[in-house]
């Protein structure tokens, strides 16, 4: 059985002993979020914040909910012992499976137990964390799922992106232009001077935020992929003020409409690639309309920064599998893909049944021309365990030529404002660089001349390969 809510999923994270309930108050100032950076940094267990300074007994604010591989596994309902390379196995078989929602009417739908509506409407009743020191507000979405339609197809579009609260009733948000809350926006909304209504849902079951996260292709509705991610139908419910239709078990949903003629500043936050973004930027403006909401809400939060935590992983996941897919359709020989969560997106590896220069000139290629969040990509060959950082390490050391092997192109317009290393014109121009290292052995070079791999199971013949192995146990070194 999929998980329903956020709820029913920490039930099981306690019995895997993956929770920690934190009875003691807690200050929603600061405090909750340091206490997550310093879990996640220790890789720590999920957390529920069970009392909150300022706020009724009931109120809570989690953290961390599939920020471990562990979890992730959970939440997919595997082992949670799954390595890295069968979880990524299982989202990629199922990931394009599609099963439409099912949609609840409004009595039946937990997310709708309380209703605050237009002037009723207070979001500082709910415990909004001031996450990290420096943030500019207080942020209610972070781990969300945010939902916005395109009116001429009726597609709704499910992405996650961050809202910082200004006042009892208003939000400011920052999606990127490249973004696809953006392009609907910028084509249905802003041109016409038409409020854009927006849900902002907190808490929905773990998979349906995992795929808030995935770069999924527009038009496509996310909802039907959550559905093939867990077996089984995403229930819906519509909004009380739009027609938007959001997760029904979920936590708490703010209903609102994107201002056309107004902007807000929004940031500084403490942002995905472990750092605090730049100053205050013009964002996007939400009139709060309705919040409808569980007894006993819980709001999800994430505790950004230094990876891995919950955004590292899931990027990791969702970016790797679309990564491959997309190489594949544009030539390159690839047979996996990794996004290791410390690179945040930024670095990628890639394996290949056969290397060389035109092959790395295609990967490159391939992450030029499209939306760009990665800049760094090392190619190795078949024979480099690409999920094994220490094997990816060794292979850019040693085959990785430091003339020929390095290939790299700048563009313009497209590249990711968050990323740390531009400098400041970079950013205001949207100006990138993307490099690709060659770390295969050239294809033309004759068997003979490509060094052997002094590793156990390369550099010895078979015979006494597996004589060491049907010994091993009498040698008496344990592994
Ligand atoms: C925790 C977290 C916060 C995010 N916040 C934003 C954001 O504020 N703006 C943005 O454009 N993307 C943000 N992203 C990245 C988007 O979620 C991601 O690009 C996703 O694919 C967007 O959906 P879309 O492809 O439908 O635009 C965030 C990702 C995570 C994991």
Not at 63 to 78: D, P, Q, Y
Not at 447 to 458: A, D, L, M
Request: include cysteine; charged fraction near 25%.
């Amino acid at each position: 059985m999929a998980f329903n809510s956020h709820r029913d999923f920490f039930e099981v994270l306690e019995k895997e002993g993956e929770l920690a309930r934190v009875k003691k108050e807690v200050d929603w100032d600061g405090e909750a979020g340091a206490i997550g950076r310093k879990t996640y940094e220790n890789q720590g267990p999920a957390i529920l914040f069970e009392k909150i300074k300022d706020y009724p007994e009931g109120y809570r604010i989690s953290n961390g909910t599939t920020g471990t591989w562990s979890r992730v596994a959970l939440s997919m309902e595997m082992a949670k012992k799954a390595s890295v390379r069968e979880i990524y196995q299982e989202y990629e078989k199922r990931v394009d499976i599609k099963i439409p929602p099912k949609i609840l009417k409004k009595s039946d739908a937990p997310c709708k137990e309380n209703i605050m509506l237009g002037d009723e409407v207070d979001l500082h009743q709910f415990p909004m964390p001031l996450i990290h020191e420096g943030d500019g507000g207080r942020y209610v979405g972070t781990w969300d799922v945010v939902i916005n339609k395109d009116p001429e197809t009726n597609w709704q579009n499910w992405g996650m992106y961050r809202f910082m609260a200004h006042t009892k009733n208003w939000l400011t948000g920052w999606p990127q232009t490249t973004s696809q809350f953006a392009f609907i926006m910028n084509k249905s909304y802003l041109p016409y001077n038409k409020p854009m209504p927006v849900a902002i849902v907190l808490g929905a079951d773990p998979l349906s935020h995992i795929i808030a996260t995935a770069g999924i292709k527009p038009y496509e509705n996310e909802a039907e992929n959550v559905g093939g991610l867990r077996g089984q139908a995403v229930e819906l419910v519509q909004c009380e003020t739009s027609d938007l239709m959001v997760p029904a078990h979920a936590e708490i949903v703010i209903e609102g409409e994107v201002m056309p003629d107004q902007i807000a500043p929004d940031g500084p936050f403490g942002e995905y690639p472990g750092y605090r973004s730049g100053t205050m930027c013009a964002g996007v403006a939400v009139k709060v309309t309705a919040v409808t909401y569980r007894s006993k809400p819980i709001v999800t939060m994430i505790a950004l920064g230094t990876p891995p935590d919950d955004s590292s992983i899931a990027a990791s996941l969702t970016a790797a599998v679309a990564m491959k897919k997309g190489l594949m359709r544009h030539g390159v020989p690839v047979t996996d893909v990794y996004v290791p969560p410390e690179g945040v997106t930024h670095l990628i590896v890639i394996g290949v049944t056969k290397g060389g220069t035109e092959t790395t000139r295609k990967v490159l290629d391939y992450f030029t021309l499209r939306r760009i969040m990665t800049n760094k990509h090392i190619v190795v060959d078949a024979d480099v365990d690409v999920f094994n950082m220490a094997e990816v390490l060794h292979c850019f050391a040693t085959r990785c030529h430091p003339g020929r092997g390095i290939l790299y192109e700048w563009y313009e317009g497209r590249s990711n404002s968050l990323t740390p290393f531009y400098n400041p014109e970079e950013r205001k121009k949207l100006k990138g660089c993307s490099v690709a290292f060659d770390s295969t052995w050239p294809p033309e070079w004759e068997k003979e001349i490509v060094p052997i791999k002094s590793s156990f199971k390369t550099i010895f013949g078979k015979e006494i390969i597996d004589k060491v192995n049907n010994n091993w146990d009498t040698y008496g070194i344990k592994l």
